[in-house]
């Protein structure tokens, strides 16, 4: 397949790729990595990020080169199966390696998925199964220079942070998912904001706050459409790369379930075959709530959203364990 290269400054090197590819071929962390579906990768301009519940528990830096630098925050390299540590009279505990201090394969990646699954919010947590039960996800946790027409500071930021996040920068919008789509024969990237249902900003006695969070997206949204667009032939193009990796890696390795492929959709943005249109009119998607929530209160819920702004596009669902393909 012949990609068509973007600008340097929205991709990810190939000198990088080719470096990652190198260590999936032999055990290591990446190799770790790519062995798991229950995480997403994410493109960045000279990084990626790979995110479980909405936690970076890797950021792979481009050291240039060919150099791979990861990082991640010391507080998911806690050491799950010890469960009590001593204190001590002189002050130090025992076992003093409550941490880990050295990668020791996929242990301890299952230690650092499971610290991130203690920290991560109800919204976080809800929302991963539908990010890695999709073919169509192509970013998470996107942030973006705020339209400065956009900017207001008396209105509330509604994104539930997860424990022990810091304080929201309020130059930035973060939208949740983002997606391809094809309508009829015009490609979309498509972005989502996700809110739990528990979410106060969902209602109220007036306006729902959540609207003019959306309001503030769709100004953002068309002010950066141009560098989006070049930015998601980059991603595309680099999932594409990723993809291939994964493959490879699961051929050497048994691997009991199936590889799920990327939407044909994405591909053909790599090689230039189409060219995606942005839509800069965000969908809300709203889960977490059962039957009878369903039918009582998120059904006047949805319909003061709705009647506050009529062209908002909602999608539900209750129970996001079990969905695939919900994008």
Partial sequence: MTIQQ????????????????ELAQKPSWWRDVLLRDDVFVAVRASSLNIYYRGASIFRIDDGGDGRVIPWTHTKYLIRQQQVLAQLHDDGHFEPS?????????????????RSATDLAG????????????????I??????????????ESLPDTDV????ATSIDRSQDRLDVVTVENRGSKPFIVFH?????SNPALRAKGEPAVLAQ???????????????????????????RLHTMRTAVRAAVPVTRPLQAPDPLIAAIASGQVQAAIDPDPRLIVFGFDGDQRDGRWERDAKRLR?????LKIRAIGNTRSAREFF
């Fill in 6 to 21: 973007t600008p340097s400054s929205h991709r990810v090197s190939g000198v990088f790729l080719d470096a990652l590819d």
């Fill in 97 to 113: 390696d409550i941490g880990w201090s050295q990668y020791a394969g996929p242990s301890t990646l299952s230690d650092m998925i």
């Fill in 122 to 137: 109800a919204e976080k947590s809800g929302l991963h199964p539908l990010i890695v039960g999709s073919s169509k996800v």
């Fill in 139 to 152: 970013d998470v946790e996107l942030s973006l220079l705020r339209a400065s027409s956009s900017v207001d």
């Fill in 161 to 164: 942070q997860s424990v022990g």
């Fill in 193 to 197: 904001e996700a809110k739990h249902f």
């Fill in 214 to 240: 959306i309001v503030r997206y769709q100004a953002t949204l068309r002010q950066h459409d141009a560098a989006l667009r070049q930015r998601y032939v980059a991603v595309c193009q680099a999932l594409v």
């Fill in 307 to 311: 009647d506050y702004q009529p062209s």
